[in-house]
């Protein structure tokens, strides 16, 4: 009867602990970088090493989280007119993706190997939001987990502003890199 | 002995209960909901773009530029509007200043100018408070800047060559209300070297007022006044109006004035012409363009 009873609650724990097997990879220090440039001779670019990255490994769900003050221009000026004229970031402080990775059952945490991963979710910026699909690369390197990604933002989906489509490239290029813990 | 078995035996069960529980219920989208509201709670948000650039007018606004900024300022005082079209309104007259405004962190500036009729100026400008909301609640912002005006004109009357320097000191107390309105308010003292007799101060004090209307996000309309306390004579107060246009790394200011001196003692206490009826209103414009110079360090892509 006891030994039944230990083989019971032993199994039970070792098939919820399967079952929940489930890992938040995260990260605050991830960055983000795009480049904006237009017909403008000055180089539109930044950076944000300050990215709050999130993920689940058995669901696939993610969110990207960031300041958009942290975003470093090398022209403080430019800084401005980002924050100020473009993505009113006192009424709108984070742009964030919240999203599924799609194809994560493909990803083997446990195995050294780089995976490309597809994420689908809605993508917020300046207020406003849109359903997007990006395409990365998820690389597994002795148990840790980094996701890097090149993706275009469609402006005009997002902010107001004029010189975008002239100076201010419609589409901004970006690149995502997040080493997560 | 079966007290203990089961003692086991339920703990076993709360472990595995237990880790049934954590194992649900993980929502990134909620948790991160509510981290943007802890977040906004937590952080401080420095408020930027109280004015579009570092003058009003002719005086300093709180604003500065960024580290390795060079901000290369183009500033033109015509005559006065009313000589009509036999004087082109003005424009046949010029008094103009060339200057180089150099940030050496965000926080610190310095400038140099040059005045037509052998006029220097030079001046350094500290950001002490920074407006914040969030967790670091400020209501205004401030700034020290001080100043030297260095005449180089020869002029037989001086005795000593310290007669030629002027210096002035100023306390910058700005607030940018909303996005539409921004004020400030600039206790100034001005000390002269010199003055031309033992019966007058060295010493000349001010509280100018200035402030800026957004009327679209790249036009600002500005307005700046200078009232003396003590006045010297023959001079009145400075007073001007104008817009602020911002078109990326330009930005360009067009002013009605009745001040020709673009350093702070020229304009604040030796304004002579009057705005009454329009006789001493002059057209005036800065042009100022910012250059990167040196890479800031936060910036690594």
């Known amino acids: 009867m006891k030994k039944t009873i230990l083989a019971l609650s032993i199994s039970a724990l070792f098939a919820t602990s399967a079952m929940s097997q489930q890992k938040v990879y995260s990260t605050k220090t991830g960055q983000i970088s795009f480049d904006a440039t237009g017909t403008c001779a000055e180089a539109i670019k930044a950076v944000n090493n300050q990215v709050d990255s999130k993920l689940v490994d058995k669901t696939g769900q993610m969110v990207v989280s960031v300041l958009i003050k942290s975003f470093k221009f090398a022209n403080a000026l430019m800084e401005d007119h980002f924050n100020e004229n473009y993505m009113e970031s006192t009424k709108f402080p984070k742009a964030d993706f919240k999203g599924f990775i799609t194809n994560v059952s493909t990803v083997n945490f446990a195995k050294d190997g780089s995976y490309p991963v597809t994420a ?38 997002f902010i107001r502003g004029s010189y975008i489509g002239t100076q201010i490239s419609a589409e901004a290029k970006a690149t995502l890199n997040c080493k997560y813990e | ?63 500065n530029v960024g580290e390795g900024i060079m901000d290369v300022k183009v500033s033109h005082r015509f005559g006065t509007i009313s000589q009509g079209a036999y004087g082109l309104w003005g424009l046949d007259a010029a008094t103009m200043r060339i200057g180089l405004d150099y940030g050496i962190t965000n926080r610190l500036m310095v400038g140099v100018g040059r005045t037509n009729g052998g006029l220097f100026d030079g001046f350094a400008k500290y950001r002490l408070l920074r407006q914040s909301t969030g967790k670091v609640n400020m209501p205004v912002s401030v700034s020290l800047a001080g100043g030297t005006i260095w005449r180089t004109q020869k002029d037989p009357s001086l005795n000593h060559y310290s007669d030629r320097f002027n210096y002035s000191g100023q306390i910058l107390i700005a607030r940018k209300f909303n996005d539409f309105l921004s004020l400030q308010v600039v206790p100034t003292i001005i000390h002269y070297n010199s003055v031309a007799n033992s019966t007058l101060s060295n010493d000349y004090y001010s509280v100018g007022i200035g402030g800026r209307l957004r009327l679209t996000k790249r ?46 003692r020229s304009f604040i206490e030796e304004t002579t012409d009057k705005w009454n009826s329009a006789k001493g209103v002059h057209f005036g414009f800065n042009i100022a363009r910012v250059f990167k110079i040196v890479e800031p360090k936060a910036v690594k892509m």
């Open chain 2, 219 to 264: 036009v600002n309309l500005t307005a700046e006044y200078y009232p003396q306390f003590t006045k010297r004579e023959g001079t009145t107060n400075s007073f001007s109006v104008g817009f602020d246009i911002e078109t990326g790394g330009h930005v360009f200011q067009f002013h009605f004035t009745n001040s020709t001196g673009m350093d702070d």
């Open chain 2, 1 to 63: 002995m079966v007290f203990k078995q089961k003692l086991f035996t339920l703990l076993v069960l709360v472990v595995a209960s237990a880790k049934i529980a954590t194992a649900q219920d993980v929502d990134l989208f909620k948790s991160q909901d509510e981290q943007d509201k802890k977040d906004k709670l937590n952080s401080t948000d420095y408020i930027t773009a109280t004015f579009k650039t570092t003058r009003m007018v002719n005086g300093q606004s709180i604003e």
């Open chain 1, 120 to 157: 689908k979710g809605k993508l917020t910026i300046d207020g406003r939001e849109k359903e997007m699909t990006f395409t990365g690369t998820a690389i597994i390197e002795k148990g840790k987990l980094t996701i890097k990604s090149n993706f275009n933002v469609p402006l005009n989906d």
